[in-house]
């Protein structure tokens, strides 16, 4: 499949010598029929602002060009970067790379204005996702900077990211996730389609702000979940011992002998609140 001039992404890697490095969970996707495909679940694309982080070769960044957005990507290896440049000379004005690390990134500062809010699309290197993705789940003020998530991670981490209450795959996460968004697992990626193939699949997760969630400082729920889902085993009279244990349980009003997984979201806000 071809969507631009540009040579195929095997073509681009070897001629950069841009070997995938484990130290960066890095796993190039080199379909351009899939990384299309991730690029549709985002919806529309035509002049929105997407933000991209870890573009490797750029074989996402090229999809949601293909379909007409205008990114702003953000790439920690120096290696990709010389790619890349071959792609904004294809697309002039509609690619803004930023060499550095998506972690140390204000990504508030990308887009001031607060009418165009940027998409976030990408194939999240799988060493730095989670930590990412609870950053922006966590953001303040809400509603956030960005106006959607399209992102790729291990399906394991996507089955915690969409779990609910009493499901097998439910903890930290799916709460933070369930509270601020209203998230679903769009298609799974087998190992084969990445370069080289992971030992596990991957899953893309689409994933759209609420405009009006509970009230609750993101920080306690945070500590909450963190204290509760540390010890998940234990009943949360047990776990929630550091943050005040059977005393905040009781005045929350939820039995102290329940494990974390049982509780819902409300329930997890209502107990941060009592903090």
Known sequence: ???????????????????????????FLLDLNLTSKIARQAGDLQDQPVIEVGPGPGGLTRAILAQGGIVTAIERDERCLPALEEIAAEY??????????????????????????????????YNVGTQLLIGWLLSDPWPPFYSSMTLMFQKEVAERIVAHAGDDAYGRLGVLAGWRTQSKIAFDLPPQAFTPPPK?????????????PLECPPHLLERVTQAAFGQRRKMLRQSLKPLG???????AGIDPTRRAETLSVEEFVHLANQI
């Not at 690390?101 to 607060?114: E, M, V, W």
């Not at 596990?200 to 009006?212: K, N």
């Not at 244990?245 to 005045?251: C, H, I, M, Q, S």
């Open 1 to 27: 499949m071809s969507i631009d001039n540009l040579p195929p992404l095997r073509d681009v890697i070897e001629r950069h010598e841009l070997n995938a490095k484990k130290s960066l969970g890095q796993n």
């Open 92 to 125: 002039p004005g509609r690619l803004r790379v930023i060499s550095g690390d998506a972690l140390q990134q204000d990504f508030t500062t990308l887009f001031p204005d607060p009418a165009k809010k940027p998409k976030i699309i990408a194939n999240l290197p």
């Open 200 to 212: 596990v699949t991957s899953a893309v997760v689409h994933m759209i702000p609420r405009e009006q």
């Open 245 to 251: 244990g059977e005393a905040l349980l009781n005045k």
